[in-house]
């Protein structure tokens, strides 16, 4: 490459980071965990404001572990043999938000999961055990079906809530339940 | 005559621990003589020459008492470090010999190593050369241990040497004060100090000199010299970690103590600014602002449940640098190290803890749903001067490949540095996005850096047009590029990885994987993490040791080389 292709490469370069950003992973989608309709300036007065609509983040904590329990307990009753690897669910972990969240003081995202059990749901019990984990997660806001992965021995599926949570829950050698929370403000 | 490393197989402090109590005994039998000697002194009205002869007799013996309690505690403490010492070259040892288990080196007698696993014989020379490289380096630092441990005792030798010798000399004295002051002062001349780290020591040299320190001394480093360990690669991470919280509370203090000065320097009574007193400190201003920022956010980021680890901190430099783990590195059976691009800040890094926090358990979840027991550490890093909008017109210039060069010699000891910190290497792979591929690009030109897998994702080039100049095995570096993500057309360092030889591709529009599941595609720049993508799945497979259960498949747009066209022949490629 010449200095002078690269020099033109160099300005389109930093022209195309212009035009796209570069400072994080931005939400379009409510998968995410972060999504908001009206949240496309990274303002914290204006990404706080949706914010402000929300629980707070202790309160989501703890209905995310409220739900994993039942969901554990759902599963469990379908399938008894399952084997939890943890006592209760647990918090895996809380970070910051992505954006346009990112900047929010306060604001984070919580991560929950079940703790895994050991052994798979027969595929004969899926299907009871995918509908009483529905059901559970409905009283708690969960209703937006994901269906990822439905083959024998096999079976990958979420549920999103309106803040764009995700409650993903699959079965394979093994079970796993997780939550990937929304954003919320301390 | 020397010590060898059979010599310092055969040490135990156990001898030592027994001369230490035995001292300590002898030291409180003589300190607690001192209400005998206040006893001694000459009875009232007891006057004349035998009066004095007694007087003078007495603070001739209550000297050389004092002198005595000196020397008895300065041999006390030496035998007490001594002892410490050699639990620091016991521990040198082990880790020398675990790591020549692990690695299948042997360690003779004169501390020389010798590798026993037979060549391998390969095909492809580059991966061939690169296994050689991996051995040579495994063992010298094997052999960077055994002379860690050998300078460790040699250290630990000479210090004791050197106290029992000025006591044999009598030049330590006990003064003019009390026992217990000639006791504190003998202790003081008898205490060896921490042997400090190796200046510019290589993430090898780091682990070595780490692992010649006993628990009490790591702690003591930790506690009295964060700043020696906080970015030193080689150290182990939960130190480092430590460490960074300490000097992370330090600077919190020194930067709100500063920047309550110049608040009030700026502000009139009425809280009015004054501009042209901030015109004055502005710099200072300017840069307390950021550190400010960068402060608040990593506190953020540590105080909030998790397995956070802050494993570099700089202030040094003009921006704030980082590293900020999910996961615990130092037993993770996989690592991801996550390098990010133009824009990013410390102060901004919270989006991307928490994509790696995501990433980290996703990972796990597929590797257990699969039967697998395998835990993940994934980590951010942002130990370069990652170049802003700010600095477009600089040395530090998105245009210009200087951050990304001098970024990929630090993330190279970065990557070193966790394989030199751990006793069996974990399964490490690199991702580089935009920029931060750039710069890891630049990272994987260096030699040693063992890193198994790469992944880059909206690159405007590696830094070098040839997959085979990275350090790097045959089909382990894997491409990720979405439609209209024009940064990864721009091939500004280097070839445009859509075109390059021997790169694997990843899918990152919506797709099926053969187990059946449904994924979400991408567009733009800056989707590749998104939760519920094909990007994001593919990485977790990647990273978790499964490549092959990745999606594979490429987005190639008009603006990608003509070689990289579905239509271009292969036998012209």
């Known amino acids: ?186 | 005559m020397p010590l060898t490393w059979g010599d310092i197989l055969q040490w135990h402090p156990a001898a030592l621990d027994s001369a230490e109590a035995a001292l300590r005994a002898a030291r409180n039998a003589c300190t607690d003589r001192a209400g005998d000697l206040d006893g001694m002194a000459t009875p009232k009205g007891w006057s004349g020459d035998a009066a004095d002869n007694a007087s003078v007799s007495l603070r001739r013996l209550t000297g050389e008492l004092r002198d005595l309690v000196a020397q008895v505690s300065a041999a006390y403490t030496a035998v007490r470090d001594a002892a410490d010492g050699v639990r620091g070259v016991e521990s040198a040892v082990r880790t020398a010999l675990d790591h020549a288990h692990a690695g299948e080196f042997a360690i003779d007698a004169d501390g020389t190593v010798r590798d026993l696993r037979p060549q391998m014989c390969l095909s492809n020379t580059h991966d061939w050369l690169l296994i050689q490289q991996e051995r040579q380096d495994r063992l010298g630092e094997c052999a960077l241990r055994v002379e860690a441990a050998l300078r460790k005792a040699a250290d630990v030798d000479a210090d004791l040497g050197a106290v029992l010798a000025k006591i044999l000399a009598g030049t330590i004295k006990g003064g003019d004060g009390s026992l217990g002051a000639a006791a504190a002062s003998g202790e003081a001349m008898g205490r060896h100090s921490v042997l400090p780290p190796p200046g510019h020591g290589s993430p090898a040299e780091n682990a070595a000199w780490w692992a010649s320190l006993s628990a009490d001394e790591r702690e003591e480093v930790i506690g009295a010299h964060p700043e020696w360990i906080g970015n030193r690669d080689g150290v182990e991470f939960a130190a480092r970690d430590r460490a960074n919280r300490l000097l992370l509370d330090r600077r919190r203090a020194h930067v709100d103590e500063r920047w309550a000065i110049l608040e009030r320097f700026c502000h009139d009574e009425n809280g009015r600014f004054i501009y042209g007193n901030y015109l004055q400190v502005k710099a200072e201003y300017e840069d307390l602002k950021e550190e400010r920022e960068s402060i608040a956010t990593l506190g953020a980021i540590l105080a909030r449940p998790g397995a956070h680890a802050l494993l570099g901190l700089d202030f040094t430099t003009e921006r704030t640098q980082a590293i900020v783990a999910n996961g615990d590195v130092d037993h993770a059976d996989h690592v991801a190290v996550f390098t990010p691009g133009l824009t990013s800040t410390v102060a901004g890094m919270g989006g991307y803890d928490s994509d790696m926090a995501a990433l980290k358990l996703r990972t796990e979840g597929e590797l257990f749903r699969r039967g697998e027991q395998g835990t993940v550490a994934t980590v951010t890093w942002l130990g370069y001067q990652a170049p802003q909008w700010s600095t477009i017109f600089t040395s530090n210039s998105v245009a210009s490949s200087g951050a990304a060069e001098a970024g990929g010699a630090s993330l190279a000891n970065f990557y070193r540095g966790i394989n030199a910190a751990r006793p069996t290497d974990p399964d490490l792979t690199a991702l580089g996005h935009s920029y931060g591929s750039t710069t890891t690009g630049y990272a994987l030109q260096q030699a040693g850096v063992d890193v198994d897998r790469a992944i880059f994702f909206g690159s405007p080039g590696l830094g070098t047009s040839s997959l085979d100049t990275l350090a790097i095995r045959s089909g382990a570096a894997y491409y990720a590029e979405a439609k209209w993500d024009g940064v990864g057309d721009l091939a500004a360092f280097g070839a445009d990885p859509t075109g390059m030889k021997g790169m694997q591709h990843l899918q990152t529009g919506a797709a099926t994987t053969p187990d059946g599941r449904a994924w979400e595609g991408i567009i733009g720049h800056l989707d590749y993490l998104k939760d519920g993508s094909t990007s994001q799945y593919s990485m977790a497979q990647v990273v978790g040791g499964h490549p092959d259960s990745a999606v594979h498949g490429k987005n190639v747009g008009l603006t990608d080389p003509i070689s990289a066209q579905d239509w271009y022949p292969e036998w012209l490629k």
Not at chain 1, 16 to 29: F, I, Q, Y
Not at chain 1, 33 to 51: E, I, K
Request: with cysteine; hydrophobic share 40%; glycine share 12%.
């Open chain 1, 1 to 186: 490459m010449t200095a002078i292709s690269r020099g033109v490469a160099a300005l389109a370069a930093a022209l195309t980071l212009a035009l796209t950003g570069c400072g994080g992973t931005p939400v379009t989608n409510p998968s995410n965990g972060n999504a908001t309709p009206a949240a496309s300036s990274a303002s914290p007065g204006g990404s706080g404001g949706v914010l402000e609509q929300r629980r707070r983040s202790a309160q989501a904590r703890a209905d995310y572990l409220a739900l994993l329990t039942e969901v554990r307990a759902a599963l469990s009753a379908v399938t008894p043999g399952l084997r939890w690897r943890t006592t209760e669910p647990v918090i895996d972990s809380e970070t910051g938000c992505k954006t346009p969240f990112d900047r929010v003081p306060g604001a984070s995202i919580a991560l929950a999961d079940s703790g895994g059990a050991y052994g798979g749901i027969p595929d004969a019990d899926w299907a009871r055990a995918w509908s009483a984990v529905k059901e559970v997660a409905a009283k708690h806001g969960f209703g937006d079906e994901h269906v990822l992965l439905d083959r024998p021995g096999d079976h990958q599926m979420s549920v999103y809530d309106a803040e764009g949570a995700e409650l993903s829950v699959g079965t394979g050698v093994n079970t796993v339940a997780t939550i990937y929370g929304a954003c919320h403000l301390a």
